[in-house]
């Protein structure tokens, strides 16, 4: 199987936020930007495996700040490290202004798993990491799973 460079899966997502969008307080509602962040997620774990990939966890997520009525929302997908099925997906997301200055909203890092014809996990291709950047992403992302390991036993 044939490694993968990040920049190969890397996902860009634009978003209007709209009325259906919005909660009480007029912002962009929790819930829908953590579906768009699901899908980003999903798309770019697709890029990089040539599969089907489905969120196991939802490893990080913190709210930066919001997004209000017609704000642009921008959604930025990479692929951060990958085990022998699945994949650590970490997802920016920014509120873009008109003069095209960007202001975080989020970040996320998802854990997803490429899925075979018989709904069985499957081997994804290794990351090729490129510069210093990847390299510490790939490594914080190596204490994230140890973290997960750990909760797991713990039964969380």
Same mark, same amino acid.
């Given at each position: 199987?044939?490694?993968?460079?990040?920049?190969?899966?890397?996902?860009?997502?634009? /978003?209007?936020? =709209?009325?259906?969008?919005? *909660?009480? +307080?007029?912002?962009? +509602?929790?819930?829908?930007? #953590?579906?768009?962040? $699901?899908?980003?997620?999903?798309?770019?774990?697709?890029?990089?495996?040539? /599969? $089907?990939?489905?969120?196991?966890?939802?490893? *990080?997520?913190?709210?930066?700040?919001?997004?209000?009525?017609?704000?642009?929302?921008?959604?930025?997908?990479?692929?951060?490290?990958?085990? *022998?099925?699945?994949?650590?997906?970490?997802?920016?997301?920014?509120?873009?202004?008109?003069?095209?200055?960007?202001?975080?909203?989020? /970040?996320?890092?998802?854990? =997803?798993?490429? =899925?075979?014809?018989?709904?069985?996990?499957?081997?994804?291709?290794? @990351?090729?990491?490129?510069?210093?950047? &990847?390299?510490? &992403?790939?490594?914080?992302?190596?204490?994230?799973?140890? #973290?997960? @390991?750990?909760?797991?036993?713990?039964?969380?």
């Amino acid at each position: 199987m044939e490694a993968k460079n990040v920049s190969e899966s890397r996902t860009v997502q634009h /978003r209007i936020v =709209m009325y259906p969008d919005i *909660n009480g +307080f007029g912002r962009l +509602f929790g819930g829908k930007l #953590l579906a768009w962040i $699901d899908e980003v997620a999903g798309a770019t774990a697709r890029r990089h495996c040539g /599969r $089907d990939a489905t969120t196991v966890a939802i490893d *990080n997520t913190y709210f930066k700040s919001g997004a209000r009525l017609n704000d642009i929302v921008i959604l930025i997908g990479k692929i951060t490290h990958v085990g *022998n099925t699945s994949m650590e997906v970490r997802i920016d997301t920014y509120r873009e202004e008109v003069d095209g200055k960007r202001y975080p909203i989020n /970040r996320a890092y998802f854990v =997803m798993v490429c =899925m075979g014809d018989d709904d069985r996990p499957m081997k994804v291709p290794p @990351l090729t990491l490129e510069n210093d950047g &990847e390299r510490m &992403e790939w490594e914080t992302a190596e204490k994230r799973r140890e #973290l997960r @390991l750990q909760r797991r036993q713990e039964g969380y």
